[in-house]
């Protein structure tokens, strides 16, 4: 039998550059440890590329399968996938999947490796008090929002959740039974996690939260105003995807929807709307809000927003389902043009970005 460990190191690299998806690159470097000592950043010339999200398209009636598309290759990839089959709703951040399903089980789910990690059952999100509201399996789908991760599982177990739905907000850490709610009257639509808080995009503007600390006690103090935009700098209810996102982009704030870009200012100033976002593209959706630099990446086009369908009031009762409404705008130009030259729509998970990882 051949000993394949014994390639030269030349030879190695060779096949290292010619690997395009992030996922065959780390299931290189798992061979051996001759095959690792090849597989390095600078070997793989497909690793900048697979730093831009690809597009989990919808999942296939009565198929374990889902397809990943890249934007920037027009490759599409099929992955065996049965823990995000088609009644299973899907979310992203940090690289990873979190499924709710039909049982009201929410679960981390890494896409690449199936690697699963357990999160609270959804009914504790709704225990307040000593009291339980009923949230029936016909609405699993529906009354989640939107998931934060602060870190990737993959590197770390010091790990925080942070989920939005019905407009409130919970956290959990590895090893909880159960949610922790967040008190706040306002509607949460997005948050992104910066220097240690999580800044959140809610009816009235931006604030932060603090959950930091063994025994986090929620109540409105954690949950404090840092910016308030006015009823015309309002971005959610004015384009497609009928939230508003929020996302740190070099360094400062971005309060985004598919055709509106402000700044803003977290010391209690104005926000400013952007005519345009430089070298940068924004990615919308069921995932965690995020922006790109794109110089260096063929296919993926700067100062434009991708963005997919995500709100599930836009598409319910709707054939099909959702994945019709999403595409590229153009910022400079105002046009609107596909990112996916096919169809691909589903009534419980239309297509979303996701992050290759490891």
């Avoid at 590329?49 to 990943?68: N, V």
């Avoid at 529906?142 to 991760?149: M, Y």
């Avoid at 959140?200 to 308030?228: K, Q, Y």
Wanted: proline residues 5%; contains cysteine.
């Amino acid at each position: 039998m051949a000993d394949w460990s014994g390639l030269h190191y030349d030879l190695l690299v060779l096949i290292v550059r010619r690997i395009a998806w992030y996922e065959d690159f780390n299931t290189f470097r798992g061979v051996c440890k001759s095959w690792k000592s090849a597989a390095i950043k600078r070997n793989f010339t497909g690793y900048w590329t697979a730093r831009i999200p690809c597009l989990m398209l919808a999942a296939k009636e009565g198929s374990d399968l889902r397809d990943f598309f890249s934007i920037c290759t027009g490759m599409t990839r099929t992955l065996m996938l049965p823990e995000a089959a088609n009644q299973t709703k899907c979310y992203s951040s940090q690289g990873w999947l979190i499924t709710v399903a039909k049982d009201m089980s929410i679960n981390l789910l890494h896409p690449f490796t199936r690697l699963q990690k357990k999160l609270p059952n959804a009914t504790t999100l709704f225990r307040e008090q000593g009291l339980y509201v009923n949230v029936t399996s016909a609405s699993y789908d529906a009354f989640i929002d939107k998931f934060v991760l602060t870190a990737s599982p993959s590197h770390t177990s010091d790990y925080v959740v942070l989920v939005m739905y019905y407009g409130k907000l919970a956290f959990c850490r590895p090893g909880d039974e159960s949610w922790t709610r967040i008190i706040y009257p306002s509607g949460v639509v997005d948050a992104v996690y910066h220097n240690n808080r999580f800044y959140c995009l809610g009816m009235n503007g931006i604030f932060v939260c603090d959950i930091e600390g063994p025994n986090p006690n929620p109540n409105p103090s954690l949950a404090n105003h840092v910016s308030t935009f006015s009823e015309e700098q309002n971005p959610r209810g004015k384009y497609h995807c009928g939230v508003g996102h929020v996302v740190e982009s070099s360094g400062t704030f971005v309060a985004s929807c598919t055709t509106r870009v402000y700044e803003v200012g977290l010391d209690g100033g104005e926000w400013k709307e952007l005519k345009s976002l430089g070298d940068r593209a924004l990615f919308l959706g069921y995932n965690s809000s995020i922006s790109v630099e794109v110089s260096d990446f063929s296919g993926c086009k700067a100062n434009c927003i991708y963005f997919t369908e995500c709100d599930c009031d836009s598409y319910s009762g709707i054939p099909g389902g959702g994945g019709k409404d999403m595409g590229i705008y153009n910022m400079l130009d105002g046009s609107i043009q596909p990112h996916y030259p096919g169809e691909s729509r589903c009534e419980i998970t239309p297509p979303l970005w996701v992050v290759p990882s490891s």
